[in-house]
Nanobody
Framework: QVQLVESGGGLVQVGGSLKLSCAASGSIFSINAMGWHRQAPGKQRELVAGITSDGTTNYADSVKGRFTISRDNAKNTVYLQMNGLKPEDTAVYYC??????????????WGRGTQVTVSS
């Protein structure tokens, strides 16, 4: 069973930085896409950033130029470097991994989420 373990969330002041990490564990051959969604109180979950196995990235317009997504395929880990944080970035951030190739076939897995709070 593949699991995702997130880390790096916390409380930061406006303009500060945080780096989120998400590591996939289990018997994994490869992972197609990894990334992050977020959900703020009272709002729908939205895509923050995603990255494919070949390094192609996409970002929400609201984070372009401030957030950078990267991954280490050898470690099955995805990172989200968040700079210039704003109060509207406050949310629970969920890691995802799609198209995980395992001995039991393809899986899609979501993390449990990590809280990011930006104080003004």
């Amino acid at each position: 069973q593949v699991q995702l373990v997130e880390s790096g969330g916390g409380l930061v002041q406006v303009g500060g930085s945080l780096k989120l990490s998400c590591a996939a564990s289990g018997s994994i051959f490869s992972i197609n896409a990894m990334g992050w969604h977020r959900q703020a109180p009272g709002k729908q979950r939205e895509l923050v950033a995603g990255i494919t196995s070949d390094g192609t990235t996409n970002y929400a317009d609201s984070v372009k130029g401030r957030f950078t997504i990267s991954r280490d395929n050898a470690k099955n880990t995805v990172y989200l470097q968040m700079n210039g944080l704003k109060p509207e970035d406050t949310a629970v951030y969920y890691c995802y991994a799609l198209g995980i190739a395992t001995a039991k076939g393809l899986q899609h897995v979501w993390g449990r989420g990590t809280q990011v709070t930006v104080s003004s």
